[in-house]
């Protein structure tokens, strides 16, 4: 399991943050001072990304990072209440990999996690939850495989990855996929939808030589039935 650790001296959003990111297959351990932060860092196994914030009671997250990269080989994202550039700034001179204001979603601080992760090659694909796991990047518009293969789409392949995959399991019902695609003033239907498909389908088995998890619901339209997280 993929080892975080969130260094957070506000126990709510300490807790918060932990349980969700536990909740989606993370091993998370908690400090809520810079100095219980450097005794995990010397008794646990050295965690694959630091969640620090900047503003700790017992030093500050800028001089924290640059102290971690001295000695510790990990990811760090910098968690701060502020946003002006010259915090982010100082923020990446420090040594933090990504600087996120605290008013991010958990759902974005995890997409940040992830992304970091797969950056330094450390997010498991093979194992635990991750199993089989695709991933829709909705910044690159690309589709990531299980192993870790991205796959370049196309608006339109997008825009239908985009809506299967946030039902993921749910039957997309055709009308919906078709007033997804279509562009304002052109002509699209069902004849044109199949048409996408059927060619993503095939572009997604040559390039990953895997089961297409697109599958036809007859008579209501189409679902993606692997697991997915869109990011
Ligand atoms: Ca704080």
């Known amino acids: 399991m993929t080892r975080i650790l969130i260094v957070e001296d506000e126990p709510r959003l300490r807790q918060d943050l932990g349980d969700f990111l536990e909740l989606r297959g993370f091993e998370v351990t908690r400090a809520g001072t810079a100095r219980d932060m450097r005794s995990a860092l010397a008794d646990d196994p050295v965690p694959a ?3 620090l914030d900047v503003g700790l009671p017992d030093g500050n997250g ?3 990072a640059a102290e971690i990269r001295q000695s510790h080989d ?7 209440a502020f946003g002006d550039s010259a915090d982010r700034v100082r923020g990446f001179d420090s040594g933090a990999d990504i600087y ?6 958990l759902r974005e601080i995890e997409a940040a996690l992830r992304s970091l992760l797969r950056r330094t090659g450390n997010l498991p694909t093979t194992e635990g939850s991750d199993k089989g796991r695709w991933v829709l990047d909705t910044a690159n518009w690309a589709l990531i495989a299980p192993d870790g293969q991205a796959l370049k789409l196309t608006a339109t392949e997008f825009a239908f990855l985009n809506l299967l995959c946030h039902r993921q399991g749910e039957a997309c019902a055709r009308e919906d996929l078709v007033t997804a695609l279509a562009r304002p003033h052109g002509h699209f239907d069902n004849r044109h939808l ?14 990953t030589g895997l089961p297409s998890a697109i599958k036809v619901v007859y008579g209501v339209g189409y679902t993606f039935t692997a697991s997915v997280v869109v990011e």
Do not use: E, N, Q
């Open 49 to 51: 990304v630091i969640l």
């Open 194 to 207: 199949d048409a996408v498909v059927s060619r993503l389908r095939r572009k997604i088995g040559r390039a």
């Open 100 to 105: 996120l204001v605290k008013h991010s979603t």
């Open 62 to 64: 800028f001089d924290l």
């Open 74 to 80: 990990c990811g760090i994202i910098m968690l701060t």
